[in-house]
């Protein structure tokens, strides 16, 4: 026969087999070590069984005269305070849903090398810092490189140049 009892912190319902009364064990919901009382002190097992309902002459159906039907069942929810824990992570929403859920428009700015060369000074990097310090962190969706092709307005050639693309809400 079972010992059920409570745990004196945390008030989780516990049951331990009879032969375990006396001895320590820790609280599964809050880790509290507890002694196992006594059957005497805990509030016992299921109730004994009955004389069926039939027998006293009235029809009962046989599901409610079932042995799964005689068991009383003490359940608790283990209460826990504090903040509650994140099990399972979300994926981060695609790009559609990014700017479908944002009240704020989505943008694309495109940095060309080409623009950013001031009096024979590379200003590339710079500008792009400061274009992504004004967008903010938490409003760039995704910053893409990118190589393009143009014509030299002195030389008349054909040259390759690099850009960044970026994705934001603003």
């Known amino acids: ?21 006396g001895s320590e064990l820790s609280c599964p919901s809050c880790g ?30 046989a599901m409610a005269s079932s042995a ?3 068991v009383e069942m003490h359940l608790k929810v283990p209460v826990h305070e504090g903040p509650t824990a994140l099990l399972i992570e979300k994926p981060k929403a695609t790009l559609e849903v990014a700017a479908k859920e944002s009240d704020r428009k989505m943008r694309v700015k495109t940095i060309r090398h080409t623009d950013c060369i001031e009096v024979g000074h590379d200003k ?17 969706i995704s910053i893409n490189s990118m190589t393009y092709t ?15 693309l970026v994705i934001y809400r603003g």
Do not use: W
Request: overall charge negative; hydrophobic content about 40%.
């Open 32 to 61: 509290e070590k507890i002694v196992v009382p006594t059957a005497a002190a805990g509030r016992g097992g299921p109730p004994q069984p009955s004389l069926p309902a039939h027998a006293a002459g009235h029809l009962v159906s």
């Open 1 to 21: 026969m079972d010992i059920i009892f409570d745990c004196p912190k945390c008030n989780q319902e516990l049951a331990v087999d009879s032969t375990g009364a």
């Open 124 to 140: 590339f990097d710079e500008m792009v810092t400061n274009f992504l310090q004004k967008v903010g962190e938490a409003n760039v």
């Open 68 to 70: 799964a039907a005689k």
């Open 150 to 164: 143009h014509i030299d307005i002195g030389s008349q050639k054909l040259l390759t140049d690099y850009a960044v």
